[in-house]
């Protein structure tokens, strides 16, 4: 599996770490490696952020904790993540060092997700004060920029066009030299493997680095050869696991590939795991996460918001259970159920194949919510005279939802009302769309309703909590992590309330409620391995335990514990 390898540079062997210190006194890390030479890193010098005053258009200096981060990232040599709970402010966290440190860390590659770009060349502006370069096309040179931004996406095919051109340059060698297609170019005719990204930058910044936790992805193996070259790396997220603790490799072998050097061994060495059908391993959480968080806590950090802010908004999770709306609704729940327990019952059936019907419940029941949602979103408009945003999953959900809400404005307008359509922020906007989408919400006091995408608003979205403090789920993720993540808009500083009130909508008796009780348990699950909690792991996974459940009870109501 593509890793990155610690060589000594000593022997220029293959080593690993077999352990490390800091040393006060000679400002410095003191690595030991298997080989048994040792390496320095030397720690720079702390500056003084303190005194960096008001940044561009904001009206506050970083907070104490953000400072902790920039000393924290500074005693890590510049090589580390940053776990906090979203909402704290990571994108300042990662940019301070780079404001106290331009003459080291620039020029500077920042890589995002593709709805963040424009966002995140807002915050350089805002806190380097510099102009950043964005990439827009794998066919764009990079200029002598301070700061370049670049998608995951767009590594890729960059990645792609270089091996395009690599190829076809030996292809052009073979034609001189008279061999065949596939004979072997002689070494002393063969190019040289060009990388645009090699010896450019200083500083590597992953935003939003659960991108890349899948480690056997093209995206992470891209994301792996720009790293090996460039000495300084940052990562943040407030999610860099979502499903299991084997999610932390990719990140932990990038920043310390010394110390996390194969992905087997790591698996072995630090969670819990079982081996599942057909011999593929099954993962789960952390064995020892106390250990673990002892072990990284030189090049990870991770506070939550209750840590540092202490003002923060209370959230206030609801459950608001429907009924079917119709018998058609019934009786299409009730047939999909039968094709998962055909599906289920079937020893041939793919567990993917089980899971599409799963997910065909989901669907179904996200559908028959539709009209609830919009008889509660027309009572809030009503009473209140706040925003309010809806979370959905399928396409069809929201425009139907979009379609009869926007009926009851026009029809709330023709009694004298002043309200705007929907506003609707899904993955089918470009990022230029998605930032207009978001100023108007919260600019324009006429927008009292946002319909988006779960994971679209989730990650990196912010400013809704200048303007709203309601939201609605109106279809559920699999994973707790995302929801959190939308959750975490309205739970940050600046918020407009002393609480945050989210709506999860329930239809009764389906893979709802059943879904909302196991949720809890993967929810728990992750965050032991995030702050090192002690929990035990349970060896089947959620979505195994789900579809016991639904095959056992999924035709009955069953009361939320």
């Given at each position: 599996?593509?890793?990155?390898?610690?060589?000594?540079?000593?022997?220029?062997?293959?080593?690993?770490?077999?352990?490390?210190q800091?040393?006060?006194?000679?400002?410095g890390?003191?690595?030991?490696?298997s080989?048994?030479?040792?390496?320095?890193?030397?720690?720079?010098?702390?500056?003084?952020?303190?005194?960096?005053?008001?940044?561009?258009g904001?009206?506050?200096?970083?907070?104490?904790?953000?400072?902790?981060?920039?000393?924290?990232?500074?005693?890590?040599?510049?090589?580390?993540?940053?776990?906090?709970?979203?909402?704290?402010?990571?994108?300042?966290?990662?940019?301070?060092?780079?404001?106290?440190?331009?003459?080291?860390?620039?020029p500077?590659l920042?890589?995002?997700?593709?709805?963040?770009?424009?966002?995140?060349?807002?915050e350089?502006?805002?806190?380097?004060?510099?102009?950043?370069?964005?990439?827009?096309?794998?066919?764009?040179?990079?200029?002598?920029?301070?700061?370049?931004?670049?998608t995951?996406?767009?590594?890729?095919?960059?990645?792609?066009?270089?091996e395009?051109?690599?190829?076809?340059?030996?292809?052009?060698?073979r034609?001189?030299?008279?061999?065949?297609?596939?004979?072997?170019?002689?070494?002393?005719?063969?190019?040289?493997?060009?990388?645009?990204?090699?010896?450019r930058?200083?500083?590597?910044i992953?935003d939003?680095?659960?991108?890349?936790?899948?480690?056997?992805?093209?995206?992470?193996?891209?994301?792996?050869?720009?790293?090996?070259?460039?000495?300084?790396?940052?990562?943040?997220?407030?999610?860099p696991?979502?499903?299991?603790?084997?999610?932390?490799?990719?990140i932990?072998?990038?920043?310390?590939?010394?110390?996390?050097?194969?992905?087997?061994?790591?698996?072995?060495?630090?969670?819990?795991?079982?081996?599942?059908?057909?011999?593929?391993?099954?993962i789960?959480?952390?064995?020892?996460?106390?250990?673990?968080?002892?072990?990284?806590?030189?090049?990870?950090?991770?506070?939550?918001?209750?840590?540092?802010?202490?003002?923060?908004?209370?959230?206030?999770?609801?459950?608001?259970?429907?009924?079917?709306?119709?018998?058609?609704?019934?009786?299409?729940?009730?047939?999909?159920?039968?094709?998962?327990l055909?599906?289920?019952?079937?020893?041939?059936?793919?567990?993917?194949?089980?899971?599409?019907?799963?997910?065909?419940?989901?669907?179904?029941?996200?559908l028959?919510?539709?009209p609830?949602?919009?008889?509660?979103?027309?009572?809030?408009l009503n009473?209140?005279?706040?925003?309010?945003?809806?979370?959905?999953?399928?396409?069809?959900?929201?425009?139907?939802?979009?379609?009869?809400?926007?009926?009851?404005?026009?029809?709330?307008?023709?009694?004298?009302?002043d309200l705007a359509?929907?506003?609707?922020?899904?993955?089918?906007?470009?990022?230029?769309q998605?930032?207009?989408?978001?100023?108007?919400?919260?600019?324009?006091?006429?927008?009292?309703?946002?319909?988006?995408?779960?994971?679209?608003?989730?990650?990196?979205?912010d400013?809704?909590?200048?303007?709203?403090?309601?939201?609605?789920?109106?279809?559920?993720?699999?994973?707790?992590?995302?929801?959190?993540?939308?959750?975490?808009?309205?739970?940050?500083?600046?918020?407009?309330?002393?609480?945050?009130?989210?709506?999860?909508?329930?239809?009764?008796?389906t893979?709802?409620?059943?879904?909302?009780?196991?949720?809890?348990?993967?929810?728990?699950?992750?965050?032991?391995?995030?702050?090192?909690?002690?929990?035990?792991?349970?060896?089947?996974?959620?979505?195994?335990?789900?579809?016991?459940?639904?095959?056992?009870?999924?035709?009955?109501?069953?009361k939320?514990?």
């Amino acid at each position: 599996m593509p890793k990155l390898i610690s060589i000594c540079p000593r022997c220029n062997k293959k080593a690993h770490e077999v352990s490390h210190q800091i040393s006060k006194y000679a400002k410095g890390r003191i690595i030991t490696l298997s080989c048994g030479h040792n390496l320095f890193e030397k720690i720079l010098d702390k500056k003084a952020w303190e005194e960096l005053g008001t940044f561009r258009g904001k009206k506050k200096s970083p907070r104490p904790y953000q400072g902790e981060a920039y000393e924290f990232a500074r005693e890590s040599g510049f090589r580390c993540l940053i776990a906090d709970d979203p909402g704290i402010g990571k994108t300042i966290e990662t940019l301070l060092p780079l404001r106290l440190h331009g003459d080291i860390l620039y020029p500077c590659l920042i890589v995002v997700k593709s709805a963040l770009k424009r966002q995140y060349a807002g915050e350089v502006f805002t806190w380097l004060d510099v102009i950043p370069d964005i990439i827009e096309s794998s066919d764009n040179d990079f200029a002598a920029s301070e700061v370049t931004i670049i998608t995951y996406d767009m590594l890729n095919r960059i990645k792609a066009r270089c091996e395009k051109e690599y190829d076809k340059e030996c292809d052009d060698i073979r034609k001189e030299l008279g061999l065949g297609q596939y004979q072997r170019i002689p070494e002393e005719s063969a190019p040289l493997k060009k990388s645009p990204f090699a010896g450019r930058f200083q500083t590597l910044i992953l935003d939003e680095c659960q991108q890349i936790r899948n480690q056997s992805s093209k995206r992470a193996q891209c994301v792996r050869e720009i790293a090996k070259d460039i000495p300084h790396i940052l990562a943040s997220s407030g999610t860099p696991i979502q499903n299991h603790a084997g999610e932390y490799f990719t990140i932990l072998n990038i920043l310390r590939p010394e110390m996390f050097y194969d992905y087997k061994a790591y698996v072995y060495n630090y969670c819990d795991w079982y081996e599942g059908s057909m011999g593929k391993m099954k993962i789960g959480g952390l064995r020892d996460p106390i250990g673990f968080k002892e072990k990284t806590k030189d090049f990870i950090i991770r506070r939550t918001k209750e840590e540092v802010l202490k003002d923060l908004p209370k959230l206030d999770r609801k459950f608001v259970e429907c009924d079917f709306q119709n018998q058609k609704m019934k009786d299409a729940y009730a047939a999909a159920h039968e094709e998962f327990l055909e599906a289920y019952n079937d020893e041939s059936s793919e567990a993917t194949h089980i899971l599409a019907k799963m997910s065909k419940l989901r669907h179904i029941s996200g559908l028959n919510k539709v009209p609830f949602c919009a008889e509660f979103i027309t009572d809030f408009l009503n009473d209140t005279n706040k925003k309010i945003v809806v979370f959905t999953h399928h396409l069809d959900v929201a425009d139907m939802l979009t379609k009869l809400i926007d009926y009851e404005i026009r029809q709330m307008n023709a009694e004298e009302s002043d309200l705007a359509d929907c506003l609707v922020y899904s993955a089918d906007k470009n990022s230029d769309q998605r930032e207009n989408i978001k100023q108007d919400f919260i600019k324009n006091p006429r927008r009292r309703v946002l319909i988006g995408a779960t994971k679209s608003i989730g990650e990196g979205v912010d400013g809704l909590q200048d303007v709203c403090e309601d939201f609605i789920m109106l279809e559920r993720q699999w994973n707790p992590k995302v929801e959190e993540q939308c959750e975490a808009r309205f739970v940050r500083s600046g918020s407009v309330a002393q609480s945050v009130s989210g709506n999860y909508l329930l239809t009764t008796g389906t893979i709802d409620e059943f879904f909302t009780n196991l949720l809890e348990i993967k929810r728990a699950n992750v965050n032991s391995a995030l702050d090192g909690k002690e929990i035990e792991f349970g060896e089947q996974n959620l979505m195994k335990e789900l579809a016991d459940i639904l095959a056992r009870k999924g035709s009955k109501a069953w009361k939320l514990i």
